[in-house]
């Protein structure tokens, strides 16, 4: 069993940046593929980005690509979310999840989930 939990969320100002961590217990997640998604009130949750553990090749959504880098610390059994110009679109709960499968932007590929952290960006 891995336990995910996510931490950095907060309120920020349209074009600012913010940072998530998500900190993996139970197992080392040097041998999952990890990635965040987002649910935004009223909306179904989805995909936002994704880091492979065999060549560390990484995965965006449109909407955030160029903006979001997702990256990961092995030896610190953490993930990263590092986002800068923030919109107020990307205001939303931040899962992150994780899969031994070289998953990337289905959810029912990832078997492990985080609680969330909200992100609340305003205008």
């Known amino acids: 069993q891995v336990q995910l939990v996510e931490s950095g969320g907060g309120l920020v100002q349209a074009g600012g940046s913010l940072r998530l961590s998500c900190a993996a217990s139970?197992?080392?997640?040097?041998?999952?593929?990890m990635g965040w998604f987002r649910q935004a009130p009223g909306k179904e949750r989805e995909f936002v980005a994704t880091i492979r553990w065999t060549d560390l090749s990484t995965y965006y959504a449109d909407s955030v690509k160029g903006r979001f880098t997702i990256s990961r610390d092995n030896a610190k059994n953490t993930v990263s979310l590092q986002m800068n110009s923030l919109k107020p679109e990307d205001t939303a709960v931040y899962y992150c999840?994780?899969?031994?499968?070289?998953?990337?932007?289905?959810?029912?590929?990832?078997?492990?989930w985080g609680q969330g952290t909200q992100v609340t960006v305003s205008s």
């Open positions: 139970g197992r080392t997640i040097t041998t999952y593929t």
């Open positions: 999840a994780a899969t031994r499968t070289l998953a990337t932007i289905h959810q029912y590929e990832y078997n492990y």
